[in-house]
């Protein structure tokens, strides 16, 4: 293992980690105006709706199954499932999922692209955002047929150990991508980036999207009626309207 990697899979994570997290909460408390998703849909609603679902339905998916794939330890599933049958269901259901998201992020980027309204109140970060994301499913995708190289998981194991040691902070993770190919290393690199861009761009609504989920296990609020001290032999107030 060379410096950049030592620097990129063994020190970057953290500084993204920790720029995703401050960042995040420093923006919050000094910038609540800018804290939102920026919805163009006023501009032009005809490719968004199809677009963005798709590409929420597969990003969503992506994220919830790279967090718990990597993120859950071999002992857990190793009793009901191979680490082979992980990796394969992990590539039929992520190649779907990601082919959706790609195809819902493409019809975003070509829209805010070619529609000179959206274009010209699109911020430069709104694009470059765009870009990454279309990059980043790219090489997600193109990490399946590398993966049906080493269907016994292997390399999905390692990616899995990497991923567990830098959340535990654990000495030896980029020794663990020694044998990743350059699509892999790139594929994490640039999700990385992404957590380190993640407080500066329009993404940090998604915050917004997990902390309504609190409303469900959130208690009733009491809502009780107004009574009104009307003295003795005053009549009621009238109703707005009521009567001539």
Same mark, same amino acid.
């Given at each position: 293992?060379?410096?950049?990697?030592?620097?990129?899979?063994?020190? %970057?994570?953290?500084?993204?980690?920790?720029?995703?997290? +401050?960042?995040?909460?420093?923006?919050?408390?000094?910038? $609540?105006?800018?804290?939102?998703?920026?919805?163009?849909?006023?501009?032009? *609603?005809? $490719? +968004?709706?199809?677009?963005?679902?798709?590409?929420?339905?597969?990003?969503?998916?992506?994220?919830?199954?790279?967090?718990?794939?990597?993120?859950?330890?071999?002992?857990?599933?190793?009793?009901?499932?191979?680490?082979?049958?992980?990796?394969?269901?992990?590539?039929?259901?992520?190649?779907?999922?990601?082919? +959706?998201?790609?195809?819902?992020?493409?019809?975003?980027?070509?829209?805010?692209?070619?529609?000179?309204?959206?274009?010209?109140?699109?911020?430069?970060?709104?694009?470059?955002?765009?870009?990454?994301?279309?990059?980043?499913?790219?090489?997600?995708?193109?990490?399946?047929?590398?993966?049906? $190289?080493?269907?016994?998981?292997?390399?999905?194991?390692?990616?899995?150990?990497?991923?567990?040691?830098?959340?535990?902070?654990?000495?030896? *993770?980029?020794?663990?991508?020694?044998?990743?190919?350059?699509?892999?290393?790139?594929?994490?690199?640039?999700?990385?980036?992404?957590?380190?861009?993640?407080?500066?761009?329009?993404?940090?609504?998604?915050?917004?999207?997990?902390?309504?989920?609190?409303?469900?296990?959130?208690? %009733?609020?009491?809502?009780?009626?107004?009574?009104?001290?009307?003295?003795?032999?005053?009549? $009621?107030?009238?109703?707005?309207?009521?009567?001539?």
């Amino acid at each position: 293992m060379n410096a950049l990697d030592n620097f990129l899979f063994g020190l %970057y994570p953290y500084i993204c980690l920790t720029v995703f997290l +401050l960042g995040s909460l420093i923006r919050f408390d000094r910038d $609540q105006y800018t804290w939102k998703s920026d919805s163009s849909q006023l501009l032009k *609603a005809g $490719q +968004l709706r199809v677009g963005s679902n798709l590409f929420h339905v597969g990003v969503l998916f992506l994220f919830f199954g790279h967090f718990f794939g990597m993120l859950t330890p071999h002992f857990v599933y190793e009793n009901f499932i191979t680490a082979g049958s992980k990796q394969l269901m992990a590539m039929v259901s992520g190649g779907i999922a990601g082919t +959706l998201g790609f195809i819902g992020v493409t019809i975003l980027l070509h829209r805010r692209l070619s529609e000179p309204r959206i274009r010209a109140t699109s911020k430069t970060s709104d694009i470059v955002l765009l870009v990454l994301l279309w990059l980043q499913l790219a090489l997600g995708l193109a990490t399946i047929p590398l993966s049906g $190289q080493h269907m016994d998981g292997s390399m999905m194991m390692k990616l899995a150990g990497w991923a567990q040691h830098i959340v535990t902070f654990q000495p030896g *993770a980029p020794e663990l991508l020694s044998e990743a190919g350059w699509i892999f290393k790139m594929h994490m690199f640039l999700g990385m980036s992404i957590f380190f861009i993640f407080p500066f761009t329009r993404l940090v609504h998604v915050w917004s999207g997990f902390g309504a989920a609190a409303y469900l296990v959130r208690p %009733y609020q009491v809502v009780r009626a107004r009574r009104l001290n009307v003295p003795a032999g005053h009549n $009621q107030p009238r109703r707005p309207g009521a009567g001539v």
